[in-house]
Nanobody, 117 residues
Framework: VQLQASGGGLGQAGGSLRLSCAASGITSSSWIMGWYRQAPGKQRELVASINFIGAANYASSVKDRFTIIRDNAKNTVYLQMNSLELEDTAVYYC????????????WGQGTLVTVSS
């Protein structure tokens, strides 16, 4: 199983960025896909997750600003980030978790998002 994330970089406050994460070696229906982030000096936290049928949940801090999207045919999950805030600056990690075996978890390599004023 491999996860390849892309799309991080520098964004402006109030602007938008889009992250992508392509998974290989999985059967899409068996996995919950998501994004976590870790800001400097803070613990890693869940940003959003989405199951095979598209049911999503979000951290309260990003709800109504971020949208998680999943393309099952491509085994790819996206994170559309709008209305960026300085507090969104973090390393973002894509994550997949097997819906039948919770201990089967894989992480992408992390992509840095920096929001400037």
């Amino acid at each position: 199983v491999q996860l390849q994330a892309s799309g991080g970089g520098l964004g402006q406050a109030g602007g938008s960025l889009r992250l992508s994460c392509a998974a290989s070696g999985i059967t899409s229906s068996s996995w919950i896909m998501g994004w976590y982030r870790q800001a400097p000096g803070k613990q890693r936290e869940l940003v959003a997750s989405i199951n095979f049928i598209g049911a999503a949940n979000y951290a309260s801090s990003v709800k109504d600003r971020f949208t998680i999207i999943r393309d099952n045919a491509k085994n790819t999950v996206y994170l559309q980030m709008n209305s960026l805030e300085l507090e969104d600056t973090a390393v973002y990690y894509c994550n997949i978790r097997n819906r039948y075996i919770n201990s089967r978890v894989y992480w992408g390599q992390g992509t840095l998002v920096t929001v400037s004023s």
